[in-house]
């Protein structure tokens, strides 16, 4: 193994994005507000602002985490005030609260079983999604701390709640099981009464095979929404006189994507004109849309993707984004409209030194799309060990952006290719849909194909090619660990092995994501069962390493532990680590070390090499 100067600390400080953007009005100029995670202080996430003086500076005090639990993933968390305020949701209760500048944060709602997401302030409220249990409401709620008021009750799940520029009208996307967000979503329009309260409302696009991810009011008279009725997020105009929406971005790109939290916006207005993100999962860019005339200026710059955040200021002459690219990671900047000029507003951080990253190459393998970063000290001719990374979702993907986790295993000579099987966004519908009752067959087999495709190329040593993923890439890597002969071992973080207990234990908004996924139950059980890794891991081709959060309200640790009960029944080989404090997903620094440190020890077993920088892991059940 070659040695590298990147650490699993280095990981742990620097691999995560800023996020929620947006510019705010100051007295003696614009201030730009953000949220960040701090791993080092149990990984919360600080809302910080930076001034027109260029400091930037923490907004929620030390303690205070600006995170909620709505649908499990979370949504918008938090929203500037004219007062140089905040409002916020706080992670450890779920409550909304009010901080004055300066001072401490202040209660708004009351302890209870509630959670609060996708914060919009209206005058002197602010109204947001509040889900009770397995119910989602619009409410409104008084920034004085007086009770809350019901504006709207409509489908099972709303999101993206917006109120007309003359405040006659709200508008919001929902839905209803069994579809998830991007399956089918109706995009609603009610009158608001005297009360303050929603009149009966009408659908204006959408529909059950139309999936609407964002809304905003252009006037009083039409929206601008981000649907794919063609197959591709593109940005339509929606009137509300009845004519049909028009299409502004007629074009085989994504303008939109998955809506796994509440609050993602692809877009935003800048005066007369739109700023927009659009692309694929092989690269975004940042432009200005012209609705008039459908013409996109192009202010991307060296960045070559983009998050979902983005806010223009008032005048339309700025915007700021997230942006990042193979050689830089995710960083605040602002954007000059007219010229195109950036200004980085997010503080550096410390980087390695160039020379040890990898320089990713986006590739097709008979139609699978993968981004392949190569190790260092690779020799032409000389195969060499690889990881096929898969994403979580599965309806998800991984962008070709600075990485220094895969950097931590590339520069140690492990080469790195993720895997954008069928089902991942960002290739259009049709690309989704490949995994439409497939899942753990399409998702095997394209990471397969990959890996197979390497080998070929004489870029992957066939004897030494691993999988690893977290999440429904973790099903995706223990069920090819079961289901497939390529694989040597499988990583697997807060995994998926039994699908059709994790139908009857996860969380309502997934509750019936499998319906889709694989079939609904009970008719189509038998495919859970054929394609279940605990039900076949007497078939497994190699050891597994399962790391699980015990606070886990997605995937149950309990689905880690059936798995390795089944190995271990079956003499296979494996490991297990579990994270006190830790949900789905690692988010505190000693974790993201322990994970990334047991994973590179993991590889040195199973591929032959030592590893003497990271503790010793120990394979348990039959050598």
Request: hydrophobic share 40%; charged share 20%.
């Amino acid at each position: 193994m070659i040695k590298s100067p990147i650490t699993a600390a280095d990981v742990a400080r620097v691999d995560d994005r800023p996020f929620w953007v947006e510019i705010v009005p100051a007295p003696d100029g614009e201030e730009v507000w953000w949220d960040e995670p701090r791993p080092a202080e149990g990984g919360r996430r600080c809302v910080v602002r930076r001034g027109p003086d260029g400091g930037v500076h923490d907004v929620l005090p030390q303690g205070w985490n600006a995170r909620n639990r709505v649908i499990e993933y979370g949504g918008r968390s938090w929203r500037p005030l004219p007062d140089g305020g905040l409002v916020f949701t706080n992670w450890a209760d779920q409550r909304l609260y009010r901080c004055a500048p300066g001072g401490d944060p202040v209660p708004l709602t009351p302890l209870g079983p509630s959670r609060y997401a996708d914060l919009v302030v209206q005058g002197d409220e602010v109204w947001c999604v509040r889900e009770t249990e397995d119910r989602r409401d619009l409410v409104a709620v008084p920034l004085d701390g007086g009770p809350a008021r019901v504006v709207l009750k409509a489908q099972h799940f709303i999101m993206n709640p917006r109120v007309s520029p003359g405040g006659g009208q709200v508008a919001w996307i929902g839905y209803d099981h069994p579809n998830m967000p991007w399956d089918g979503t109706s995009l609603c329009v009610a009158p608001l009464q005297d009360d303050g309260t929603a009149g009966p409302y009408r659908v204006v696009a959408g529909g059950p095979e139309e999936a609407v991810a964002q809304a905003e009011w252009r006037d009083d008279g039409a929206l601008y929404a981000v649907t794919d009725p063609t197959g591709w997020w593109n940005i339509h105009l929606v009137p509300l006189d009845g004519s049909p929406p028009r299409n502004l971005t007629p074009m085989p790109k994504e303008f939109g994507d998955a809506a796994w939290k509440l609050g993602y916006t692809w877009f935003t207005l800048a005066g007369d004109l739109i700023v927009t993100m659009y692309g694929t999962a092989d690269g975004k860019r940042l432009g200005v849309l012209d609705p008039a005339t459908g013409e996109i200026t192009d202010v991307g710059g060296s960045y070559t993707y983009w998050a979902p955040t983005v806010s223009a200021s008032p005048d339309g002459s700025s915007a700021v984004a997230v942006g990042g690219s193979p050689h830089k990671p995710f960083e605040i900047v602002r954007v000059d409209l007219a010229t195109g000029a950036h200004e980085v507003l997010s503080p550096a951080k410390a980087l390695p030194d160039p020379s040890v990253l990898p320089v990713p190459e986006a590739m097709v393998f008979d139609g699978v799309h993968a981004h392949v970063y190569p190790p260092a000290g690779a020799e032409a001719g000389t195969p060499a060990p690889y990881v096929m990374f898969v994403h979580g979702g599965p309806t998800g993907s991984s962008p070709m952006v600075f990485d220094l986790e895969i950097a931590y295993f590339t520069s140690r000579g492990i080469g790195v290719a993720e895997v954008n099987y069928g089902g991942s966004t960002g290739y259009g519908r049709a690309y989704r849909e490949r995994l439409r009752h497939n899942w753990g067959v399409v998702d095997v087999r394209d990471s397969e194909t990959v890996a197979r495709g390497l080998a070929a190329a004489g870029l992957a040593d066939p004897e030494r090619t691993a999988i690893r993923g977290g999440s429904a890439g973790g099903w995706t890597s223990v069920a090819a660990l079961v289901h497939s002969d390529v694989f040597r071992g499988a990583v697997a973080h807060y995994a998926i092995t039994d699908p059709e207990g994790w139908a009857r234990e996860t969380h309502d908004f997934e509750s019936r994501y499998l319906d889709g996924l694989i079939g609904p139950l009970p008719e189509t059980r038998q495919r859970y069962l054929d394609r279940s890794p605990t039900l076949h891991a007497a078939q497994a081709s190699g050891p597994a390493l399962l790391m699980h959060g015990l606070e886990d309200a997605i995937v149950d640790p309990g689905q880690a532990e059936r798995f390795i009960a089944a190995l271990d029944e079956h003499g296979g080989r494996w490991a297990y680590m579990t994270f006190p404090g830790e949900q789905h997903g690692w988010r505190r620094e000693e974790t993201i070390v322990a994970a990334l440190e047991a994973e590179l020890a993991f590889y040195g077993l199973i591929f032959g090499f030592p590893t003497p920088e990271v503790p010793r892991l120990t394979l348990k059940g039959q050598m």
